[in-house]
T-cell receptor
Framework: GESVGLHLPTLSVQEGDNSIINCAYS??????FIWYKQESGKGPQFIID?????DKRQGQRVTVLLNKTVKHLSLQIAATQPGDSAVYFC???????????????FGAGTQVVVTP | DAGVIQSPRHEVTEMGQEVTLRCKPI?????LFWYRQTMMRGLELLIY????????DSGMPEDRFSAKMPNASFSTLKIQPSEPRDSAVYFC?????????FGSGTQLSVL
């Protein structure tokens, strides 16, 4: 049948519960990763980043985990709130040189819906 | 800090017309990116500049698309002639090495 568009994976979470959003990245040479949040009608906003020499990094209510062996990234949101409802993207970056940065490649995104 | 500023926020035009999207990156940032977002293909990188020089334009869909960065504080993305399939949200982003900061986007509708 005719494709009508991307069907984003959707994660439904009850308010107060923890959320885990997963992402598989493509390039084993990528050494820097970012999670972005995009609310309806807005541009993506930076949430948290991690370098390839780390496997975990924590921010305020968010934690990013990196598993380079299987090229997997995850974002954990603690005590999910209604304001966390958005599309979440992971992005990978392979820099050209130490003085310039290469392309950021974005994943397809995950729609998070927080229910009361 | 005003962030990345894009104009216009919305653009409605007819097929065949020229469209120019504008971007002012964050002051001091040395890299600028143009992305396109659609339901069909998600967020796609079109072109990016480093120190005002185009580094990679392999994402530009075809010759109808062109981008310029005449100075460190201004960039344009032009579509000539525009087609209905160009309808999308176009984002500009800038960075200084690491974190990418996005503008609010231009919603383009080509009728």
């Amino acid at each position: 049948g005719e494709s009508v568009g991307l069907h984003l994976p959707t994660l439904s979470v009850q308010e107060g519960d923890n959320s885990i959003i997963n992402c598989a990245y493509s390039n084993s040479a990528s050494d820097y990763f970012i999670w972005y949040k995009q609310e309806s009608g807005k541009g993506p906003q930076f949430i948290i980043d991690i370098r390839s020499n780390m496997d975990k990094r924590q921010g305020q209510r968010v934690t990013v985990l990196l598993n380079k062996t299987v090229k997997h990234l995850s974002l954990q949101i603690a005590a999910t709130q209604p304001g966390d409802s958005a599309v979440y993207f992971c992005a990978e970056n392979m820099p050209l040189t130490t003085d310039s940065w290469g392309k950021f490649q974005f994943g397809a995104g995950t729609q998070v819906v927080v229910t009361p | 800090d005003a962030g990345v500023i894009q104009s216009p926020r919305h653009e409605v035009t007819e097929m065949g017309q020229e469209v120019t999207l504008r971007c002012k990156p964050i002051s001091g940032h040395n890299s600028l990116f143009w992305y396109r977002q659609t339901m069909m293909r998600g967020l796609e990188l079109l072109i990016y500049f480093n120190n005002n020089v185009p580094i990679d334009d392999s994402g530009m869909p075809e010759d109808r698309f062109s981008a310029k960065m005449p100075n460190a504080s201004f960039s344009t993305l032009k579509i000539q002639p525009s087609e209905p399939r160009d309808s999308a949200v176009y984002f500009c982003a800038s960075s200084l090495g690491e974190k990418l900061f996005f503008g609010s986007g231009t919603q383009l509708s080509v009728l």
